[in-house]
Each structure stands twice: as C-alpha cells, then as structure tokens.
C-alpha cells in the first residue's frame, strides 16, 4: 500500500517531514509487520511537498472501538489527553504515546489488531 501525505501537512500540524518519517521509522520498530518504507517525495508545481510511504497490505476488517480500546490498555497504555482533537493513548512508563487511534486507523487481521494509520511518538521529544 502507499500512503502520500497531503501536500505540506505531515501528520500533526506542527510536524515536519523530518519528524514524519521518524515516526514510521518508530512504527516499523515496534510493529515490525508494518515494514514502513520511504519511497520519494513529490513536489507540486505550486511548490508544496508530499511524501510517499509505502507498507503492507493488511487485509480484514476494522475491529470496533471497543476492541481497539481493550487491545490498547491490554498492552499497558491509558487514554491521554493533552489537548489534541485526536484519540491518544500512553505507556506512563516508557513515554510511548499512540496517536489518532480511532479504529478506522486499525485493521483485524490474522486475529491480532495492526495499527496502519496510527501516529507514535515519545513524551517530550516531539
């Protein structure tokens, strides 16, 4: 599957395409199925940038909000909010943050959940 980043947005508002691709290196890392891949950068005659990712195609259903939620918290993560319009979850003891964890960025496959669309990143780095 490839996934190419609206133009100028990358992720987050406020991140940059620097710290984009370090979250999918941080995605491959803790869900090496993910297998997230720079594949090239695109530039539009207007002068905006788009970058292209590439990962495998997962195929199933997304799981309900409940079963997201009982998968997330079964892995030592509680809801977090800190302003953000999105669904967060934290690991207080690693500083792991999951962002935009609504279901649709989940998907059931070979009875496990794999995020395809959710944002990592670490408390106070980002």
Avoid at 8 to 18: L, M, S, V, Y
Avoid at 94 to 100: A, C, W
Wanted: hydrophobic share 40%; glycine share 8%; charged share 20%.
């Amino acid at each position: 599957m490839l996934k190419i980043t609206f133009p100028d947005k990358f992720g987050r508002k406020e991140h940059t395409p620097f710290q984009y691709l370090e979250r999918w290196a941080l995605m491959s890392q803790l869900v090496p199925a993910t297998q997230g891949k720079f594949e090239d950068c695109i530039m539009s005659q207007a002068g905006t940038v788009s970058i292209v990712m590439s990962m495998p195609f997962f195929a199933g259903p997304h799981p309900s909000p409940e079963e997201t939620h009982s998968f997330i918290t079964a892995l030592g993560f509680e809801l977090f909010r800190d302003g953000s319009s999105t669904l967060d979850y934290i690991d207080r003891t690693s500083g792991l943050i999951l962002r935009d964890c609504h279901p649709k960025n989940w998907i059931k496959a070979g009875g496990a959940l794999v995020p395809v669309d959710v944002i990592p990143e670490m408390a106070g780095l980002l």
